[in-house]
């Protein structure tokens, strides 16, 4: 197996314009992220940019960045094209897409998403899970739950189900992380697939994976990373960054 970390980034996000460059205690964003995958030490690491901005920034800290249509519709699309000018020789069989919003990811999560891949033949794709932070979480549409048929040292599971909606009854509750490792070919199955009814259902497009018959597994992460998806988590960043000083 011979992964590559690859990180979409554009600066036109939503709810935070500009959010790849933002400054977290001296460090623009995408390049703290580039450098926690690097640190997790299971491949080359390359951020796909919607911009060209994005991709000096990288290049001036170091890094390995390409350059992409700004107007390609998802994070998938942006590693599909990037892998396309890294590597056409197709070197790597499994890709890692390592969300650019994630400043503090522990690189073992990283490692854990590829191990998922290189212990279960079945799996076509990998992702992360961790428990709920709060009750709360069980109702809250914001957070995506996994449903998982668990291995029995309850370390990783077999995923039945992802949803925004409210989980009852007793157990727990999974959050989901948004990485994922995949099998080559499994990416550009994925890809070449329309968006599936319960894909538009739900807005996860990890259930187009699912109706596709793609076996989806999943590592259990003690506490899930924080993720800036908008000004308020940006201050928690930055605080989070000046505490660890």
Not at 70 to 85: F, K, M
Not at 190 to 205: G, T, Y
């Amino acid at each position: 197996m011979n992964p590559l970390i690859l990180i979409p980034a554009r600066m036109a996000a939503t709810r935070l314009p500009g959010k790849p460059l933002a400054d977290i205690g001296g460090v623009p964003m995408i390049v703290r992220v580039l450098r926690q995958g690097l640190e997790a030490g299971i491949g080359p690491v390359a951020v796909a940019a919607g911009d060209p901005e994005i991709v000096e920034a990288v290049q001036k800290a170091g890094g390995t960045a390409v350059l992409t249509d700004p107007d390609l519709p998802s994070g998938s699309d942006r590693i599909l094209a990037a892998l396309a000018q890294l590597d056409p020789g197709f070197a790597h069989d499994v890709v890692i897409n390592l969300q650019g919003d994630m400043p503090f990811v522990d690189p073992a999560v990283l490692s854990d998403c590829a191990r998922i891949l290189k212990e279960f033949g079945d799996a076509d794709i990998a992702t992360v899970v961790a428990p709920e932070a709060s009750p709360a979480d069980r109702a809250n549409p914001d957070v995506v739950k996994a449903v998982l048929a668990m291995e029995e040292d309850g370390q990783s599971g077999r995923a039945l189900y992802f949803t925004r909606s409210t989980l009852y009854g007793d157990g727990p509750v999974w959050r989901h992380i948004g990485i994922y490792g995949y099998r080559r070919e499994a990416l550009e199955a994925f890809n070449a697939a329309a968006p599936s009814p319960l894909e538009k259902r739900e807005k996860l497009e990890q259930l187009r994976a699912m109706e596709l018959g793609l076996t989806i597994r999943a590592a259990v992460a003690k506490t899930a990373p924080i993720s800036v998806d908008n000004p308020s988590d940006l201050e928690a960043a930055r605080k989070q960054a000046e505490e660890t000083r």
